[in-house]
């Protein structure tokens, strides 16, 4: 399992952007995810990286105001949200796996085996 710490959640309007971070320990190799879940709802996932390939996958829904990224020399994936939504509101999980995930599978949470403890973002109107 992969060490990883998000941070970079908070309370903003809604129109704000934001950036998590997520840092994991060690060198970056296999997929990286972020993955959300809102109060009542069920985790969905926004988009995924694999990092030294520099492959990017968006769930549909997340296409246009997020976009993954990640920072080889300190291995910390990121993800910057534009033009804050209420509905956007809920807690935000980065998520790895030691290796690479099949690329068809990258947005199915149960492929990845490490997570992070979630950073809250809450969007108000």
């Known amino acids: 399992q992969v060490p990883l710490v998000e941070s970079g959640g908070g309370s903003v309007q809604a129109g704000d952007a934001l950036t998590l971070s997520c840092e994991a320990s060690?060198?970056?190799?296999?997929?990286m995810a972020w993955f959300r879940q809102a109060p009542g709802k069920e985790r969905e996932a926004i988009a995924s990286t694999f990092p030294t390939g520099g492959k990017t996958t968006y769930a549909d829904s997340a296409k246009g105001r997020f976009t993954i990224s990640h920072d080889k020399m300190t291995n910390t994936l990121y993800l910057e949200i534009h033009s804050l939504k209420p509905e956007d509101t809920a807690m935000y999980y980065c998520a790895a796996h030691e290796w690479r995930v099949a690329s068809a599978r990258v947005l199915e949470s149960r492929q990845y085996n490490s997570w992070g403890q979630g950073t809250q973002v809450t969007v108000s109107s």
């Open positions: 060690g060198m970056p190799r296999g997929t």
